[in-house]
């Protein structure tokens, strides 16, 4: 059973910076597809970045160039490197996990219904 563990929201003027982390039990994670993904209050959930397992990295466009999303292979730890936030970022961010389908990312990686595996959520809120 693969759980998934955020950390690292808070509180943050804009123009700061956050690192969010995702701690990984139960597979070895650098062998399949992870994501970061948020949703802010009335809105659907949206992907933000993924990375597969040979480093394969996806952003949304809304993100690209201000996020970045990385892995410490040993530590089992997803991180997601954000720079520049603004107030439109503040969201729960959720990490989530693919192991059923391989080591890459499907055609859709930014697609939440391509995840099975979820984490708790960590809030992010970004003020003006």
């Known amino acids: 059973q693969v759980q998934l563990v955020e950390s690292g929201g808070a509180s943050v003027q804009a123009g700061g910076s956050l690192t969010l982390s995702c701690g990984v039990y139960?597979?070895?994670?650098?062998?399949?597809?992870v994501a970061w993904f948020r949703q802010a209050p009335g809105k659907e959930r949206e992907g933000v970045a993924t990375?597969?397992?040979?480093?394969?990295?996806t952003y949304a466009g809304s993100v690209k160039g201000r996020f970045t999303i990385s892995q410490d292979n040993p530590k089992n730890t997803l991180y997601l490197q954000m720079n520049g936030l603004k107030p439109e970022d503040t969201a729960m961010y959720y990490c989530?996990?693919?192991?059923?389908?391989?080591?890459?990312?499907?055609?859709?990686?930014?697609?939440?219904?391509?995840?099975?595996?979820w984490g708790q959520g960590t809030q992010v809120t970004v003020s003006s």
């Open positions: 990375i597969d397992s040979d480093g394969t990295t």
């Open positions: 139960g597979y070895s994670y650098s062998r399949y597809c």
């Open positions: 989530a996990a693919d192991p059923a389908r391989g080591p890459y990312c499907s055609s859709e990686p930014l697609n939440p219904n391509m995840y099975n595996y």
